[in-house]
């Protein structure tokens, strides 16, 4: 069996189909015996591999005999994938000379000659590493699927009880009030589930200690109970060990039934408390039969779950409250309770500057700052806390330091191949924010995602294995602003960076330190803005992979692009993005058979030359905003291989012309201009596998509106951003029917998350966006649509954080069908913007209630005619109003108001911090407003500008409203702006 440590199912069935190739098609019995016996010698060392891996942290030899044994990996995957290059060319030059026999034998004897020279000794080198490493591992005691590398040995949990080891939490004090919150609310339910979701060391047991412990939870229930829940989560073991706890007893039965019947009886009609600590079960029935005795529980039943796995929230169907990184004050508190505990006299303030460069390397886990700061405790010199401050975390033994078993833990327990996904990660340098499509790509590259027991895309299934690592906390999202963008805490960066040790090597970052010549993956910081080279402990003609890391800078490479290339041999990805240097792609590029992925995006490139169709295993081809780029190769269809080709921004023009001969890639591409000639038509886009964004301009000039039916929108489902956009700027004729027609038969997929329409002159909105047939949407921009008479239900959908309304003239008013008539309208919605709705009048929304619950920024301007009352927003955080002078009652609630030139409008009620006014030309009015607000308000911060000699009377208070002091000040038209006036802990500011 395979353990997929080493040998992957994929190249073990390489093995298996190039055998079979090998007779079927050149009768090569002699060849095929060879390889299985490769694969044979593959598979003795495979079975001890996981034991290599849990004890590669112990013990040095074991990691020596591992690292080797992955390279000889590598050896193997090159050999493999070279025959497969020369088979397939075989193969293809015989099918293109119509393959007569004396062409078969011909090319049969060419690739014979191939095997003897270029294979057989590489083939008999690997096979005698493999032996010896094979023996080397009985030497070593290696094991056969040693200790099932999860949960297994006594060591390889740690575990907790309920009695907090520290009396003060650092840092958690929001946490802490959430948890204890959530467990005395009042609830209708019996039974009620929270997980709190962390990574390993993040403090989550820390954490549920402290609630379970807390004085105020005396009393609340009938029973607490707390169990530490086993790596292998047996039910009779889990049901055992709660029904244990409850008694205070221990329960020998073996039988299921008994225990769980007994454990009902214990909890029948009682109010529990019940935390499962460090649960890492995934298995939904495992959780239904343990949970099977709890619901008996009384009404207010709560159990609190603490995990490294957002899926062990899914699997309990329980609430989930993600735990983050501690914030930099109190990562300094937790360090130096730690470091400097009964410190006498006061800490030099060297170690103090040295202790915050730690603090800085710890990330704010709390585990590292509390493991570190105890380590440095007794160590008194200064070199000695600098040597800390140098060391990696995994130099320190198990004895000094907790971090290691915990994130190793965390490590085990992945599959092996999201361990190959995750070590493969060592790549990019700490604090890095790489892309989610971008790192799928270069797995896909590396064949990490290709199983032929998979019946999924490789696309699918990065997406999978992606999402698993999230959900274990491996990676997290950057901020919520970068959706697509994720880093890795630098602690496994660390490890990840362990594990792979030289096959990974950031240039200029790390140096080798293993085995000479065995780095197969190679990355540097374009930051630098050069590339000078690969230095002498690498050998470039084993790379695997060549890429710069940070986005977004140009930079120079000073050897030729064709010595770079000559450099190159088994390279699968190459990666010149934004290489300054690259304005020719080298002929040579066709020698680099085994290249799976090429990047020259925003390089000057003018063309690509034909040696491409050479690569026959290119599976994506980026060549995006190359300007310059005037025309794309005759031979592209040829590259049969090819699954992502993308196109944004390139200098070709009419890019579609040149793609109808593909072989169904996903197409990413910028736009598309409807032309009015027939040479290029808008049908040719139903041909193509879209895949991103994609602008469809100039739809005025779709001739018959059934052609945009032939696009098949609707089935596109990997295109997620969809502009469409009229121009009828010069055009004598306008037809609003036609236009309806075309913006109904250009129908997106389901799954589309960004809309925009532009310029759209129909008078009223297609169908799919009236009956709600986009649930995906996230944002969504209506602009110029000047006919439209009416809006869509858009507060029925259920994900839109952004809506943007513009330029709508013939909107007079708006009323509760824009909220879908539902009690909980706009439910996700966090930014509104309506502008240039010059005869909109009235905005009908006093007998919605419920809508808006999130949004936090509402700006409205340029609506002369609009009178009346807007919604309350009960989240609000930022509100802009400008240019609506009739507009006559406000209630804030938000924090920040901007109003310019809205000289009716009264502020009824506010509890904002931040106010600034311009152009309110109503001075007696401005002056009353504003000494009610100084009353009744939480107002901080006041800007008003463009005054005339305007005399205002300013009350003023103390926060806490203890005091009250009456000040009268002349406001002249001068260069006054700017000027603040502090009153208490407030701030004004005044001007012309």
Not at 719 to 728: H, T
Not at 741 to 759: A, C, G, Q, T
Request: charged fraction near 25%; aromatic fraction near 8%.
């Amino acid at each position: 069996m395979v353990t997929g440590v080493l040998v992957s199912t994929f190249l073990e069935k390489t093995i298996d189909t190039l055998a079979s190739r090998l007779v079927h098609i050149l009768r090569q019995r002699k060849h095929k015996k060879q390889l299985n016996n490769l694969k044979m010698k593959f598979l003795a060392i495979d079975v001890v591999a996981l034991d290599a891996e849990q004890k590669q942290f112990k013990d040095p030899r074991v990691r020596d005999w591992l690292l080797r044994a992955k390279d000889v990996v590598f050896d193997v995957e090159d050999l493999l994938d070279e025959i497969d290059y020369e088979l397939s060319k075989s193969q293809a030059e015989a099918e293109s000379q119509s393959a007569t026999n004396k062409v078969w034998n011909s090319l049969n004897s060419s690739f014979v000659s191939f095997f003897e020279i270029e294979i057989e000794s590489r083939m008999e080198q690997v096979i005698e590493d493999l032996e010896d490493l094979a023996n080397e591992s009985y030497i070593l005691g290696l094991e056969k699927g040693g200790g099932v590398g999860i949960g297994s040995g006594s060591g390889s949990k740690l575990t907790y009880t309920s009695l907090p080891n520290e009396s003060v939490i650092y840092g958690r004090d929001d946490d802490k009030e959430f948890v204890f919150n959530w467990l005395t609310s009042d609830t209708p339910n019996n039974l009620s589930i929270l997980s709190i979701v962390g990574m390993g060391g993040m403090g989550k047991t820390s954490l549920a200690q402290h609630v379970f412990n807390d004085p105020r939870l005396e009393g609340k229930f009938d029973t607490n109970v707390w169990v530490s829940v086993p790596h292998e989560f047996d039910v009779l073991k889990v049901s055992r060990a709660i029904l244990d706890t409850i008694t205070a007893s221990t329960d020998h039965s073996i039988q299921q039934e008994v225990i769980q019947r007994r454990l009902k009886e214990e909890l029948m009609g009682k109010k529990f408390l019940l935390v499962l600590d460090d649960v890492w079960n995934e298995r939904p029935s495992k959780w239904e039969d343990v949970q099977k005795p709890l619901v008996f529980g009384g009404q207010g039943s709560r159990i609190l779950v603490t995990t490294r796995s957002e899926k062990v929230a899914v699997t309990m169907r329980s609430e989930k409250h993600l735990l983050q990184a501690l914030k930099e004050d109190h990562c300094w508190d937790l360090f130096a309770k730690h470091a400097f505990e009964n410190a006498d006299p006061q800490p030099d303030p060297d170690f103090i500057e040295i202790g915050k460069k730690i603090v800085q390397k710890c990330n704010g886990l709390p585990l590292a700052l509390k493991t570190l700061g105890s380590l440095l405790h007794n160590k008194s010199s200064l070199w000695e806390w600098e040597s800390v401050m140098k060391s990696e975390i995994w130099h320190f033994s198990e004895n000094e330091s907790d971090i290691l078993p915990a994130l190793r833990l965390s490590y085990f327990h992945l599959p092996s191949h999201l361990k190959k996904c995750f070590a493969f990660c060592a790549l990019f340098p700490r604090g890095y924010r790489f892309d989610k499509e971008c790192l799928i790509q270069l797995w896909m590259a590396q064949n990490f995602l290709a199983n032929p027991l998979q019946k999924k895309s490789p696309k699918e299934v990065g997406e999978e294995y992606f999402n698993d690592l999230l959900s274990w906390s491996f990676f997290q999202q950057a901020s919520n602003e970068e959706e697509k963008r994720f880093i890795m805490h630098d602690l496994l960066n660390d490890l990840a960076k362990y594990v792979c040790e030289d096959i990974c090597i950031r240039l200029g970052v790390d140096e080798p330190k293993g085995i000479p010549k065995t780095t197969r993956h190679c990355s540097f910081s374009s930051s630098k803005l050069c590339f000078d080279g690969f230095g002498s402990s690498i050998d470039t003609q084993k790379l695997h992979t060549f890429t710069p890391t940070d986005r977004g800078w140009v930079w120079v490479c000073k050897m030729s692009i064709n010595d770079l290339f000559s450099r190159f041999k088994l390279i699968r990805v190459l990666s010149l993005c934004h290489c300054r240097s690259l304005v020719e792609v080298p002929k040579s590029v066709g020698n680099l058979k085994h290249l799976l992925s090429l990047d020259l995006s925003y390089t000057q490139i003018e063309k690509l030359p034909e040696s491409i169709s050479l690569l026959f295993k290119l599976q994506i081809l980026k060549l995006n905003n190359c300007r310059k780029l005037k025309e794309l190769p005759s031979c592209l269809h040829q590259l049969d291989s090819l699954r992502c080709l993308e196109l944004v921004g390139i200098g070709v023009k009419n890019v579609v012309e040149h793609l109808g001969k593909l072989k169904n890639p996903q197409v990413s591409m910028s736009s598309f201009h409807v032309d009015k000639s027939k040479k290029i038509n808008i049908q040719q886009l139903g041909k193509l596998n879209l895949l991103g964004s994609l602008t469809i301009d100039d739809l005025q000039n779709i001739e018959n509106p059934s052609y945009a039916l032939e696009v098949d929108l609707k089935n596109k489902t990997h295109l997620v951003e969809l502009r469409l956009k009229w121009n009828f700027i010069g055009s004598s004729s306008v037809d609003s029917e036609k236009a309806e027609d075309v913006i109904e038969n250009l129908r997106p997929s389901k799954y589309l998350k960004k809309l925009s329409v532009s310029n759209y002159i129909g008078k009223q909105f297609p169908n799919w966006l009236l009956h709600n047939s986009l649930p995906n949407l996230v944002s969504l921009v209506l602009e110029e649509c000047e006919s439209c008479q009416r809006l869509p239900p858009l507060g029925l959908l259920p994900f839109l954080k952004y809506l943007e309304i513009s330029g709508l003239d013939e909107i007079v008013s708006i009323d509760a069908d824009f909220n879908g008539n539902n009690s909980c309208s706009f439910k996700s919605l966090q930014k509104l913007y309506f502008s240039n709705m010059r005869q909109w009048e009235k905005w009908d929304c006093q007998a919605v209630t419920g809508a808006f619950p999130r949004l936090e920024f509402f700006s409205i301007g340029n609506c002369p005619k609009l009178k009346g009352h807007l919604p309350k927003f009960v989240a609000l955080k930022s509100l802009y109003v400008f240019l609506c002078e009739q507009l006559e009652a406000l209630m804030v609630s938000a924090l920040e108001l901007l109003l310019q030139y809205c000289g009716k409008l009264q502020l009824e009620r506010s509890t904002m911090k931040k106010l600034t006014m311009d152009g309110h030309d109503k001075a007696a009015s401005l002056v009353a407003m504003v000494g009610r607000m100084l009353l009744d308000s939480s107002l901080e911060n006041l800007s008003i500008c463009s005054l005339l000699h305007t005399t205002i009377t300013r009350v003023a208070c103390s926060r806490e409203r203890t005091a009250k002091v009456e000040k009268t000040y002349q406001f002249q038209n001068s260069k006054m702006f700017g000027s603040n006036l502090s009153l208490g802990r407030r701030k004004y500011s005044y001007g012309a």
